[in-house]
């Protein structure tokens, strides 16, 4: 039996996160949640998720701040997260791409557009084909 993909929600709105977390357990992930950007680092540091959703604007830390925290760990597994920056405010989706996210998800958001994003941060990349000598 396969272990579920853990996706971790960092979201200081909680019905973002409510929303995010029974919309990700429908769909066979196990979804974890922090309502800020240090107790997600807390998290990812104990135990570190395979693919984090980080809101940009949260109190105490942005989600920017947050990637580059994870990018700039010693650990290889949190440096590795992918991570799906997600937010409603204009330039956020610069910010968090240039803070290392992989992708990012506008809110409000549409059910295709999270698929999307997770197939990208989940999928693992289908290698070049080498050319035979």
């Known amino acids: 039996m396969q272990t579920p993909v853990r996706i971790l929600v960092v979201d200081d709105a ?41 809101d940009q604007w949260m109190p105490d830390m942005t989600g920017a701040e947050l990637v580059r925290l994870m990018r700039g760990s010693l650990d290889p597994r949190v440096r590795s997260i992918a991570v799906i920056g997600l937010s409603g405010r204009p330039g956020s989706e610069r910010e968090l791409l240039a803070a290392g996210a992989l992708t990012f998800l506008p809110k409000p958001f549409r059910i295709a557009q999270l698929s999307a994003a997770l197939r990208l941060a989940v999928e693992p990349a289908v290698p070049a084909a080498s050319s035979a000598a």
Do not use: H, W
């Open 14 to 54: 909680e019905p973002v996160r409510k929303i995010l977390v029974q919309t990700l357990r429908a769909m066979g992930f196990e979804a974890l949640q922090a309502d800020s950007g240090p107790a997600a680092l807390l998290q990812v540091l104990a135990s570190p998720p395979d693919v984090a959703i980080v």
